[in-house]
């Protein structure tokens, strides 16, 4: 193919004829070749000086060059440049051609030739630089909405934490309070007032459970959106390729995440205890006892 043929000729160009390998720093001597510099200096360093002012014989034509002589080709830079460039690219399996379309219909990356067959026939075809940033905005709209949920998940972590917080000290203030009524009561309801912590102790750790629950839920729901969200900016940061690979899926995934609120929990105790009317029933149920 042809375009086979001259990205060949072109490596062949910027190959070094010392190291073989495509030249780093590539430098001009006088007669015109170019080699890699450090492939010069060693060739510099290690050759015996020919006579009339020293100097080294070039590697190809044998034409003395001198290490004052020693010129930057820029030229030859960027070509190896665009050379390493083309390496990172993919080329179309059936034709080897570079991928520089992108077909709308089936999204997929075409080359010139593939634009001309049968089964690209009447479809959008675009420059892959073109559609780029078309992409890229839907994916930076997806990010926006991931984002949002991200900001939306961690304001309910948030009101979950304050709320295991009031929780805990509800439960504190109450468990006071049944001390205390139970204090006075102490030497004949002493297991009544077991009883009533125990139960409390219970409800305490059933809704605390739930809390807990939830806030994990949250937290793992966060990790996932923000691995989305990395994974959506390395995306956005990648080459037109890599962005526009899997687009479909990629958007669909982004745009249909869902955050699953916790459980509504009510913060309100149930376990209580009116000491005065268990007192007066003791005193009551005592009263009949004795009266027997």
Not at 116 to 138: C, F, N, P, S
Not at 235 to 244: I, M, P, T, W
Request: charged content about 30%; aromatic content about 6%.
């Amino acid at each position: 193919m042809a375009s086979a043929t001259a990205s060949k000729k072109m490596r062949e160009e910027a190959t070094c004829s010392i190291c073989l390998q495509l030249m780093t720093e590539p430098m001009n001597i006088d007669c015109g070749h170019s080699f890699c510099r450090l492939c010069l200096m060693k060739i510099l360093e290690n050759k015996i000086p020919v006579m009339f002012g020293g100097g080294s014989h070039c590697p190809l034509c044998k034409v003395i060059f001198r290490r004052e002589s020693l010129r930057p080709n820029k030229q030859l830079e960027n070509l190896i440049e665009a050379i390493k460039e083309m390496d990172h690219e993919k080329l179309c399996e059936e034709h080897g051609e570079q991928l520089q379309l992108f077909c709308e219909d089936d999204h997929q990356f075409i080359c010139w030739r593939c634009e001309r067959a049968t089964q690209h026939k009447g479809h959008v075809i675009t420059l892959v630089e073109d559609v780029r940033e078309g992409y890229k905005e839907k994916l930076q709209k997806a990010l926006v909405y991931l984002k949002d949920r991200e900001a939306l998940c961690d304001s309910l972590k948030l009101f979950t934490r304050e709320q295991i917080i009031e929780w805990k000290e509800n439960i504190e203030l109450q468990r006071r309070k049944i001390h205390s009524d139970f204090e006075n009561l102490h030497n004949f309801l002493h297991k009544e007032e077991t009883y009533y912590l125990c139960k409390l102790q219970e409800e305490k750790e059933e809704i605390l459970r739930k809390l807990q629950e939830g806030e994990a839920n949250l937290e793992k729901q966060s990790c996932e959106l923000r691995n989305h969200i990395l994974e959506l900016e390395k995306k956005c940061e990648g080459s037109a390729q890599k962005l526009l690979q899997d687009m479909n899926d990629t958007l669909k995934r982004s745009l249909t995440v869902q955050l699953k609120a916790p459980e509504i929990v009510s913060l309100e105790v149930h376990t209580m205890c009116n000491v005065s009317e268990l007192y007066f029933d003791v005193k009551n149920n005592s009263h009949s006892s004795n009266t027997s």
